[in-house]
């Protein structure tokens, strides 16, 4: 089983930057198509960003695209969210996801299994 632990959330104003870090357990961390998810209150879960295996390819939701930065690192078994210049429309629970099922990177809820419980961020106007 793995399990994943969301950290670095928090209460921001617009315009500011956080950074997201989602650690994971066991040794086959590197084999995980990794993602970023968000839920506001009332609403689904969206995608939010997304990285292949090696982390030499992302994907983002047009909405992030040139403010936020998904990242990771095989040997500390952790994947990372930058978010800069904030809205406060991205106030939510965001949720690291994984899974080693997946060919590609995928944008889609259900192809992940693994997910954290998730980091609250509140962005004020």
């Known amino acids: 089983q793995v399990q994943m632990v969301e950290s670095g959330g928090g209460l921001v104003q617009a315009g500011g930057s956080l950074r997201l870090s989602c650690i994971a357990s066991?040794?086959?961390?590197?084999?995980?198509?990794m993602g970023w998810f968000r839920q506001a209150p009332g609403k689904e879960r969206e995608f939010v960003a997304g990285i292949n295996r090696s982390g030499d390819s992302t994907t983002y939701a047009d909405s992030e695209k040139g403010r936020f930065t998904i990242s990771r690192d095989n040997a500390k078994n952790t994947v990372y969210l930058q978010m800069n210049s904030l809205k406060p429309e991205e106030t939510a629970v965001y949720h690291c996801?994984?899974?080693?099922?997946?060919?590609?990177?995928?944008?889609?809820?259900?192809?992940?299994?693994?997910w954290g419980q998730g980091t609250q961020v509140t962005v004020s106007s």
């Open positions: 066991g040794r086959t961390f590197s084999m995980f198509v």
């Open positions: 996801a994984g899974d080693m099922r997946p060919l590609v990177l995928t944008r889609t809820r259900q192809d992940y299994a693994f």
